[in-house]
């Protein structure tokens, strides 16, 4: 199960409850209880975990790792033509908001070692 949030303890039990075998949060919830009240049922550690329907006893949460709900939509939606307007031939082109693998050309510890200097030298 995908959802945005980490559970709490109410949601928590009915998705132990429902036979869930594994679910992924994008967001974390620090003030859930979740794995201290249902800690005979829940897990967040992978290693050595087997799920329920295959004879496992805990129900893994765990974080999403993947594209950000936020990009999707940019991604999917389709906000610019396709097809060459006089030939009617498929032009699939650069969209202007860039390629999504080119957003970011330098890692975030190069940037910040780049603008530690800047601010050393001012």
Not at 65 to 78: D, H, N, S, T
């Amino acid at each position: 199960m995908y959802v945005t949030t980490y559970p709490c303890h109410y949601c928590a039990r009915h998705i132990v409850a429902s036979g869930i075998d594994e679910v992924q949060f994008i967001e974390p919830y620090p003030k859930s209880k979740a794995t201290e009240l249902h800690s005979d049922s829940i897990t967040t550690e992978s290693s050595d975990w087997s799920p329920p329907s295959q004879g496992g006893t805990h129900v893994l949460f765990r974080p999403f790792v993947g594209v950000a709900p936020q990009l999707y939509r940019r991604v999917f939606l389709k906000d610019r033509s396709y097809k060459d307007k006089i030939s009617g031939d498929f032009v699939f082109g650069t969209p202007a908001w860039g390629r999504p693998t080119e957003v970011y050309k330098v890692s975030y510890s190069a940037m910040e070692a780049e603008l530690a200097l800047e601010v050393d030298s001012a």
